[in-house]
Structures are given as C-alpha cells and as structure tokens.
C-alpha cells in the first residue's frame, strides 16, 4: 500500500482535459515539494512536474501541477494518444530522508 | 545530455547478493546526490536508497536497510548498489536516478534505463 493514494486509473477523449488526484498526509504532501513522472509503456520514469507545478524544460504547458493542504493534482488539457502511460506523484517524506510514491494512475486515451 | 546507464542485474536465488552499477555521463557526477528506485514487476515505484555527493551520508528504505549498500566512486562517475541476502519480493527493475536538491526543492532527473533483478530458485 502506496503511502500517496491516486486512483488507479483514468481515461479521456482526445481534446479532453483530465486531472489525477494525490493525497497525502502533513508529513509528506503537506509539508513537501511534490514531484510529478511519466512512464510510458516499457520506458523509465521522466520528470514532467516538479516543486509542486513547475514544468521542467521541454515539456509540454499542457501538463499542468497544483497544490493544496495535502493533496496534489496533475491536469493534462488537450488529451492526445501519446499521453497514454501511467503517472505517478512522489513527495519527499523527512522521517525517510528520501521520497514516498504513489500507486501511480494508468491513464487512458479513449 | 545526461546519460545514466545500469548494468549488473539478472537471477540470483534467494538469500544471495548482486551488484549493480550506473554509469553517469554528461554532468560533474561528483556534485550531486545519487539514488536507486525500483519498480516490481506490474507495480508502482519505491524509492531504494540515497547517496550524497561524496559518499559520506547515505539513506534507505526500510525494506532494504541492512542488506543493501549504496556506493560511489567519483573517479569513475559510477553509483552502485550492493544487495544481499536477496528475497523474492526484491524481484524488480532497479533505476539509478540522480536527486536534484536544493534548499526545499527536489526531484529524480534523468533516469537511467532500469536492470532487472529477478530473485527465484
């Protein structure tokens, strides 16, 4: 059991707007930057949010991260079929001096 | 361009030990943390281990503390993951990724590819 809880999966049209929810606890979410990654079938993880809702170079505005309390979202806009894979959130947790994950969430483009 | 490539997984039997190594290219390997990340077969991510810039702090999972060591050696801009007294539910692709931290901030950028460790009799 994933100390961040997202849901397992999602789906959308194309053109549509989905969000993947995270929740945490004070001691992660609530007191820590969150980072979101993209995994593609079969690929390694790639960094997509970072401190909450920064977007690294070269990806996309159409993936977007906020935050509150101690939940976080990812909204992807403009669903297309590559952004078919799972996602996952990843919030530092100081008891572990290292980071706690999500289950992560399979999204699916209809 | 950051390149991080793994080798050194594969079977082991249970109660057995492997060695794993990433390979780092493309940055000052010696300036940053380094970490190893796992992913079971099907399953999600679990964070394994830290290692700071010269190998003097290092940080484990509980599921792994006291049986894997994680190490470096700058001069050979290499990580590397000691594991022993492997158990099945160590069956997984083991990423090598390098921590980005600063003051609040952090994040794994890039990873390496992943090698599997597949722990059975």
């Known amino acids: 059991q994933s100390v961040l809880t997202q849901p397992p999966s999602v789906s959308g049209a194309p053109r549509q707007r989905v969000i993947i929810s995270c929740s945490g606890s004070s001691s992660s979410i609530g007191n820590n930057a969150v980072n979101w990654y993209q995994q593609l079938p079969g690929k390694a993880p790639k960094l997509l949010i970072y401190y909450d809702d920064r977007l690294p170079s070269g990806v996309s505005d159409r993936f977007s991260g906020s935050k509150s309390g101690t939940s976080a979202s990812l909204a992807i806009s403009g669903l297309q079929s590559e952004d078919e894979a799972d996602y996952y959130c990843a919030a530092w947790d100081d008891s572990l001096n290292g980071p706690v994950f999500g289950g992560g969430t399979k999204l699916t483009v209809l | 361009e950051v390149y991080l490539v793994e080798s050194g997984g594969g079977l082991v039997r249970p109660g057995g030990s492997l060695r794993l190594s990433c390979a780092a290219s493309?940055?000052?390997?010696?300036?940053?943390?380094m970490s190893w990340v796992r992913q079971a077969p099907g399953k999600g991510l679990e964070w394994v281990a830290n290692i700071n810039q010269d190998g003097s702090v290092k940080y484990y999972a509980g599921s792994v503390k006291g049986r894997f060591t994680i190490f470096r050696d700058n001069g050979k801009n290499s990580v590397y993951l000691q594991m022993n007294s492997l158990r099945a539910d160590d069956t997984a692709v083991y990423y090598c990724a390098r921590l980005y931290t600063s003051s609040d901030m952090w994040w794994f950028d890039p990873w390496g590819q992943g090698t599997l460790v597949t722990v059975s009799s």
């Open positions: 493309g940055i000052t390997f010696s300036g940053y943390w």
